[in-house]
């Protein structure tokens, strides 16, 4: 038997272990109903349901997003910036969000026109891969925008190394979604059953779990 406040009270009748529960306005939850005696923990079994599944819908949305900054110049070479453009567009697919800067030197700063193309180039490039978050905009020698992911392409989600042709315009293709464990079923423990904790567990994990009245 284990109470609200994680000490393990050995083992006592389950009667009696129902009374705990009732006087801290509580539960009893069978947790590990295989062992003989069973055993139990007072708990707000509510609660740990809904923290369970918070967990959960915290663990499938592990990926955290993240801003990439790709730096650019006035004179990069056209396959220097398409070999940019295509890490562009693999950060993209992985769902970050990525910074395009164009660095300007001295009299650079007076042609912006070419970052401009520069940028019009690369959108056109990405396609539907990408849509525009913060347009182009000058920041003191630097021309910035901001791009995050748009529609996903097919390589996206299968294990193709390599990189789409073209805009990337080819109909999304989305992963399927991953089966998610359903909460543990109540199991109805007995009133002549005693409760006791094994001395070696400190924190089982629920297996199947009910409140008792």
Known sequence: MINQHQEQLGV??????????????????EVSPTENPPVCRIMDYGKHLYERKKKMKMASQGHTVTLKEIRLRPKTDPHDRQIKTNHARDFLQEGHKVQFTMLFKGRERFHREIAQEAFDDILQELGEAAKIERPAGMEGRRMTMILSPGKRTPQAAGSSGQRPPGSGSSPSARPPSSERNSPPKPAQASENAPAHAP??????EPKSAEPMS
């Open 12 to 29: 006592i009748p389950t009667h009696e272990a129902l009374a705990l529960a009732r006087a801290a306005g509580l539960d009893l939850v």
């Open 199 to 204: 001395e070696e567990a400190s924190n089982p």
